[in-house]
């Protein structure tokens, strides 16, 4: 959690909560995280007589419109991997959204006793992506995409919350969003391989090693991984060409092919458009044929 956004924390409206009716529909039930009664909540939406969850906002936030507009924006994303935002009203005091209760478990508790498998961290990091993928095609960015903002519910189900908003929250801005949203997902395949956080630590992961003032790569950390894996989150994390519209180094976008035209550890074509390949038990080809955000 960043500095401006324990601020906003800290203004909470103290008439919310536990059985607080927010607008006549929503009973607050528990307090999911924050500060005061600002923060997320569970609550009851006694119109449908379901459990959703309900964010308020501080009313005083000096991006009180951002947060609004990006409310708005998140409104606009529908996909089966991201968090639905179902009402949000940012006149009633204090500001609200509602969105869908995912029970699940979050992804720095998936790496708390240290990194995921392979074919565990490419299918939840690819179903990140196409989450994503899905928001951008609506011209929607995440900006934030840190492993709380993952959370891996029954069956395997892989849903990202957080969608503009938690960056509206935290006053972060891009010129280029894909090139953000791509290290992001650069960041988090990283994490799932290595159980380190590239950058610092963030939501309780350590930081990753840092060689002769360079980010040590997830083989690096850990030699038993396959070196295409390795290559692909290398490749992530400088945003070159793991999936199409992606930017480069230098801020320059250009539309880009997958990382590679054939799979070496079947030897299959792997389509332009993503298709699969022939080998769909191996980690690399499951994560080739994932296109990072238009």
Same mark, same amino acid.
């Given at each position: 959690?960043? =500095?401006?956004?324990? /601020?906003? *924390?800290?203004?909470?409206?103290?008439?919310?909560?536990?059985?607080?009716?927010i607008d006549g529909r929503y009973r607050l039930d528990t307090k999911a995280g924050g500060r005061g009664g600002f &923060? *997320?909540?569970?609550?009851?939406?006694?119109?449908?007589?379901?459990?959703? +969850?309900?964010?308020?906002f501080a009313p005083d936030s000096p991006r009180r419109c951002?947060? +609004?507009? +990006?409310?708005?924006?998140?409104?606009?994303?529908v996909d089966p991997r991201l968090v639905?935002?179902?009402?949000?009203? %940012? $006149?009633?005091?204090?500001?609200?959204?509602?969105?869908?209760?995912?029970?699940?478990t979050p992804l720095p508790e998936m790496l708390a006793t240290g990194p995921l498998d392979e074919l565990t961290v490419v299918d939840a990091i690819g179903e990140v992506a196409a989450a994503i993928a899905a928001a951008h095609r609506e011209g929607v960015a995440h900006l934030r995409l840190v492993p709380r903002m993952v959370i891996r519910g029954g069956a395997g189900m892989v849903k990202v919350r957080g969608?503009?908003?938690?960056?509206?929250?935290?006053?972060?801005? +891009?010129r280029d969003l894909t090139l953000v949203d791509a290290r992001g997902l650069g960041t988090l395949l990283y994490a799932g391989l290595t159980g380190l956080w590239p950058g610092g630590e963030v939501d309780g992961l350590p930081q990753a090693p840092v060689r002769r003032w360079r980010l040590c790569t997830p083989r690096q950390v850990r030699p038993?991984? %396959?070196?295409?894996?390795? &290559?692909?989150?290398?490749?992530?994390?400088?945003?070159?060409?793991?999936?199409?519209?992606?930017?480069?180094? %230098?801020?320059?976008?250009? $539309?880009?092919? *997958? *990382?590679?035209? /054939?799979?070496?550890?079947?030897? =299959?074509?792997?389509?332009? $458009?993503?298709g699969p390949c022939r080998c769909t038990a191996s980690a690399p080809c499951r994560l080739m044929r994932t296109r990072l955000p238009e």
């Open positions: 959690m960043t =500095g401006g956004e324990r /601020r906003d *924390l800290d203004h909470a409206g103290a008439a919310a909560r536990q059985g607080f009716s &923060g *997320l909540w569970t609550a009851r939406d006694e119109l449908l007589a379901r459990t959703v +969850a309900v964010e308020l951002q947060v +609004a507009a +990006a409310v708005r924006a998140a409104s606009r994303a639905q935002i179902y009402d949000a009203n %940012d $006149r009633f005091d204090p500001p609200y959204a509602v969105s869908e209760w995912v029970t699940g969608v503009a908003i938690r960056a509206a929250l935290a006053g972060v801005t +891009a038993e991984l %396959d070196p295409e894996l390795d &290559g692909i989150a290398s490749r992530a994390l400088r945003c070159v060409a793991v999936g199409s519209q992606v930017g480069t180094a %230098d801020g320059r976008c250009g $539309r880009q092919r *997958l *990382l590679h035209t /054939r799979c070496r550890p079947c030897g =299959g074509r792997v389509p332009d $458009r993503g």
